[in-house]
């Protein structure tokens, strides 16, 4: 059986001794974590699969799509 422990500055705790909303409290933790970890995971991959849209984006830029900027902005003031 896993023994669940918390660990403070102070020491190690067998949480197992704590009391009831110190239990419930860690419970909640662990699984807020957990999906942290997972989020994290999932941003890395889209963060990844971003950088691979910008390049093939990049590399299929065309001249003849290029807009004047400066152009652009006289066009909006009008």
Known sequence: MTQFTYK??????????????????????AEVEAEVQTLSKRIDVLKAAAKSFHE??????????????????????S
């Open 8 to 29: 403070t500055d102070n020491g190690l705790y067998n949480v197992k001794l704590l009391g009831d909303q110190a239990k419930t409290a860690f419970n909640y933790l």
């Open 56 to 77: 093939v984006v990049q590399e299929n830029l065309i001249d003849s799509a290029l807009i004047d900027e400066k152009a652009e902005e006289e066009k909006q003031e």
